[in-house]
């Protein structure tokens, strides 16, 4: 297909999905289920199933992501079976809420070709970590631009750029802003609860008119206060943060800001054992089990555990809308 032709056929795909956020229900947030294994370390789509359930009931997201961060531990899965992951997940989902496919690779081709698998299962848009230089060495801003554009130029589901720092590129709010300013990407999930850098990078994207800011547990409701479209964690951590969202809304601060001083507990009082591992954990204590973290990482010792357990007990208690009534399903959008 000529190259002119080809930006037109691009162009007109984009235009069809670009309202993909817009249909999300925001300032809200996006809830990435963790993947349950079992003893072979092959998804458990049952476990999935059932806690994808209780996310849609219990956290009420603006979005499901689907294998999309790290906390997912997609990384461990073959290319076939990460591509299983997104059409079970999506299908689990059920059309209740919006997916949000992470389609994050080294290879910006195997980037196109997990956005077209989204696409075609449904996805509402994509999630692309802003990606380190594989051979080395800190990626230029010019060289991470031109790997979004090559991506944005073939995906007909706009693009939500993830910035993670470790996993993925350390970039400053400059650099963040000419992603933003790439056509068809409409979003950034950012990972620093630096509330610093925060304020700075959302006052630039709002001043700018830009994609909406998506950050996490920690700092939400300070970026929420700020412009932030929502934030972006995993259960159970995700209901406690729906409560936080809707207190916002109703402009109940008093209740925003203690549901905020949990989360600001959790997972941080034990996070040197990683996000995924509290994660799994806290839905253990919940009576939720999806299994521990792929080994050999992220074993919490038993003292943490039962910590955690108590924790989960009395956030329970304080706020019993944490856990849905029996058999409670949202509806469709």
Known sequence: MP??????????????????????????????????????????????????????????????????????????????????????????????????VGISHASYRRSIELAALAHESGASAVQVLLPNRPSGGAATTAEIVAYYQAIVRESALPVVAYHNQGPGADLGVPALMEVLSIPGVVGLKESSRNQRF?????????????????????????TLILGAAGGTMPAPGSALAALLVE?????????????????????????????????????????????????????????????IRVFWDQALDEFPALRPAEGRTAEPR
């Not at 925060?198 to 300070?222: C, D, S």
């Not at 109940?252 to 509290?278: C, F, N, T, Y």
């Not at 973290?293 to 992220?298: A, E, H, L």
């Open 247 to 307: 207190a916002f809304h109703a402009g109940d601060l008093p209740k925003a800001v203690r549901i905020q001083q949990l989360l600001s507990e959790m997972p941080a009082r034990w996070i040197a054992h990683g996000l995924v591992a509290v994660s799994k954990a806290s839905l253990t204590a919940i009576g939720l089990d999806c299994g521990p973290t792929y080994p050999p990482f992220g074993a919490v010792p038993a003292k943490d555990t039962e910590e």
């Open 198 to 222: 925060l304020a700075n990078l959302l006052r630039e994207a709002q001043a700018r008119k830009l994609g909406r800011i998506f950050t996490t547990l920690e700092v939400l409701l300070g």
């Open 3 to 100: 190259h002119a032709a080809a930006e037109r056929r691009c162009e007109r795909l984009r235009n069809a999905t670009m309202i993909g956020l817009d249909t999300w229900k925001l300032p809200g947030n996006v809830v990435p289920p963790v993947t349950p294994f079992d003893a072979d370390g092959a998804v458990d789509y049952a476990r999935l199933q059932r806690e994808i359930d209780w996310v849609v009931a219990s956290s009420r997201p603006a979005a499901i992501c689907v294998a999309g961060v790290e906390a997912q531990e997609y990384q461990y899965l073959s290319d076939a079976a990460r591509r299983e992951l997104i059409r079970e997940t999506i299908a689990a989902i059920g059309g209740r809420v919006p997916a949000l």
